[in-house]
């Protein structure tokens, strides 16, 4: 079975800070892994992925995230956040492409002027 | 491609009345989830179907809610009678794998007063 924890509901940074929202996964078999955004009212939109290959994976808007197997982490960072990164953040996990997405509770990012 | 379908938006009900939820997948995705998201629980997988046929419903929270796929274009998640502790957010999903790539649509915000 496999599971996710964000820590922190809410994260508050100023504009220009660096960025770093955290997720740690339970699997049983490899992992894959991923980002999605949300932004009010809206769906779902993947940020980022990790399936196999390269522990550190870039996605859209300048997000990455670095897979680190020994430490069960999964965290997402931006060097420097902009007024428009605010929005809930939410990582998933699946086994292998064998069971659907299992996400966490999501992280609330605000970006302060 | 138009993404994933959802109607309506927004749902407002009175308690015991019938809910039906639509969603249309991209063409071409094998798989289709619906999910449910709420302040309190996040999240939640409450079905999934592979080519039509309902794979997995251990997440469907009680025999009043139901959730069909007729073709491969259409599905219905139906709540029958709705109770004030339905209001979510549902949304649909759609991939051509089980554990990778999901396409969100935008959500039906439902309501039971």
């Known amino acids: 079975a496999q599971s996710v924890t964000q820590l922190g509901s809410h994260v508050s940074v100023s504009e220009g800070a660096l960025v770093l929202l955290r997720c740690n996964y339970s699997s049983s078999v490899p992992p894959y892994l991923f980002w999605y955004v949300q932004y009010p009212n809206q769906g779902l939109q993947l940020l980022l992925k990790y399936t196999t290959g390269a522990t550190l994976v870039k996605g859209i808007n300048g997000f990455e995230a670095e897979f680190k197997k020994s430490e069960t982490s999964f965290h997402l960072t931006k060097p420097s956040a902009h007024m428009s990164d605010a929005a809930e953040y939410f990582c998933a996990v699946s086994g292998i492409r064998n069971t659907p997405l299992v996400f966490g509770k999501g992280t609330r990012l605000s970006v302060i002027a | 491609d138009a993404g994933v379908i959802q109607s309506p938006r927004h749902e407002v009900t009175e308690m015991g009345q019938e809910v039906t939820l639509r969603c249309k997948p991209i063409?071409?995705?094998?798989?289709l989830f619906w999910y449910r998201q709420t302040m309190m629980r996040g999240l939640e997988l409450l079905i999934y179907f592979n080519n039509n046929v309902p794979i997995d419903d251990s997440g469907m929270p009680e025999d009043r809610f139901s959730a069909k796929m007729p073709n491969a274009s259409f599905s219905t998640l139906k709540i029958q009678p709705s109770e004030p502790r339905d209001s979510a957010v549902y949304f649909c999903a759609s991939s051509l794998d089980r554990g990778i790539g999901y396409t969100f649509g935008s959500g039906t915000r439902l309501t039971v007063v």
């Open positions: 063409s071409g995705h094998d798989y």
